[in-house]
């Protein structure tokens, strides 16, 4: 069982963070923007900032507090940066696919950095290659970076507008120039991407948990097809494109998004309560206390307990301090799995009751050690519930879920599942029970990895609507 430990949950590729701030520390600011939003990539982190006439880049392996120190920051000056935070979803953990991309073009310096996945990325790489355009990365972000080359004798805004004619997908950018910073939202609206000003400064960030870090204040989310040029006359905008509906990733509410984060109007902690909620409603079951897998798992167990007048314990202790140490541990290290990130309360859970609150199950694994190791010290019965429906299709925007065939309730019914985790009950949300916890209309989000209703086509998988 030893390599189904891989990826035992979804991972999301980026987050990316812009600030324009001639007098602010945006080198610092950008610095603690990343860190607030190291949840949507530990493989790589970078900062490019510029002086008004160059761009300077650093970027590495690692976490932001591995890749940045003090004096890293001090050598970062410049009115306005951006930042990025990588998880690759194609197992390409390259140096040299880390961003942002920093690139010389026919009007200058550009810098680049990009959340989310392009579902025609092959087909324009061969297009563009075949015409002479060169890629040093297996990113779909280079592939924007050298349509705006080829689109570079107009203005850098004209050239975005042209690029998202081409690009289908998913996508949230924040673009620099020597002089400019520049937010760009999919049409869909699959990927969040919000505004925030500081004193005179704006910034652009994936989630506003970031704007709260460094004191900024929220002003708006970026519409689905805008484009938000900031520069010295301040902010504008036009809106580039439109889509016949937005799609919002609701994993972002279920899993991705720091709970203290707000998306599209929709409170991430306060939907994942009104899950749990909703999940009691849908499937009560006797027990004695509720607890949950942290951290996402939390919110909707309270939600849970309130709504089913049971106690809310921490039942499972999360070791907070694992790094990059264990990315590529021993193999007893490997057999050992969840333990190395989880530990059962015993005084809380023995003889006990249980129901376990969990956001989402996609391969199974993962709940199945987390079931064993509360057997292991004296839980009475384990009713697991889930705060999500049952993850079906493979995301094709930006996530990794793999193939559907590693998808356990792709290939199995709830019985089966039930029986491999080894849980006395198992329950998921449904799929209009999800809905109900969101304060924005359904049509707003994309549930393909539960419905199979793809919004956007995905390139050589035929038609991937109303699957």
Do not use: W
């Not at 393909?448 to 086509?457: K, L, R, V």
């Amino acid at each position: 069982m030893s390599a189904e430990i891989v990826m035992p949950r979804p991972t999301e590729e980026c987050g990316v963070f812009g600030i324009y701030g001639p007098n602010e520390e945006v080198a610092r600011e950008t610095y603690f923007g990343l860190y607030a939003l190291q949840h949507r990539g530990q493989e790589s982190a970078g900062i490019a900032i510029s002086n008004g006439t160059e761009i300077e880049l650093h970027k590495d392996m690692g976490l932001v507090s591995e890749v940045f120190d003090n004096d890293v920051i001090d050598t970062l000056k410049g009115d306005l940066a951006i930042g990025h935070v990588r998880y690759s979803t194609d197992n390409a953990n390259l140096h040299v696919n880390a961003q942002p991309l920093v690139f010389r073009y026919y009007q200058g310096m550009l810098a680049l950095a990009h959340n989310g996945n392009l579902t025609n990325a092959d087909s324009l790489r061969r297009t563009l290659t075949a015409t002479g355009s060169v890629f040093q990365t297996s990113t779909d972000s280079e592939v924007i970076v050298n349509l705006i080359a080829k689109y570079g004798q107009s203005s850098i805004e004209e050239s975005l507008m042209k690029c998202m004619i081409d690009i289908k997908g998913a996508y949230a950018l924040v673009v620099m120039t020597e002089n400019k910073l520049i937010g760009v939202r999919d049409p869909y609206g699959v990927r969040p991407l919000c505004i925030g000003k500081l004193n005179d400064a704006y910034i652009i960030s994936s989630e506003t948990c970031a704007l709260d870090t460094i004191g900024a204040d929220f002003v708006r989310d970026v519409e689905p097809g805008e484009i938000v040029v900031i520069d010295e006359t301040g902010i504008n905008s036009r809106k580039a494109m439109t889509a016949p509906r937005q799609a919002t990733c609701i994993f972002e509410f279920v899993y991705f998004a720091r709970p203290d984060s707000v998306i599209d109007g929709d409170g991430v902690r306060n939907a994942r309560r009104a899950m749990g909620r909703q999940l009691a409603r849908e499937n009560p079951v006797d027990a004695d206390i509720v607890i949950s897998v942290p951290d996402s798992g939390t919110a909707p167990a309270m939600g849970y307990a309130e709504e089913m007048g049971l106690p809310f314990e921490e039942g499972l202790m999360k070791n907070r301090y694992i790094g990059r140490t264990f990315i590529q541990p021993s193999q007893k290290m490997r057999e050992q799995g969840v333990r190395l990130k989880l530990n059962a309360i015993a005084s809380i859970v023995e003889g006990k009751r249980v129901v376990m609150v969990d956001d989402s199950i996609v391969r199974g694994t993962t709940s199945r050690k987390i079931v064993k190791m509360l057997r292991d010290v004296g839980v009475k019965e384990v009713h697991m519930m889930v705060s999500s429906p049952p993850v079906l299709y493979p995301c094709y925007y930006g996530i990794d879920t793999s193939q559907r065939d590693e998808l356990i309730a792709a290939e199995h019914d709830v019985e089966y599942i039930r029986d491999h985790i080894g849980a006395d009950s198992l329950y998921y949300l449904s799929q209009e029970g999800i809905l109900s916890a969101m304060q924005n209309p359904p049509e707003k989000f994309c549930m393909a990895c539960f419905n199979g209703d793809y919004a956007i086509d995905v390139e050589g998988k035929g038609d991937t609507n109303g699957r």
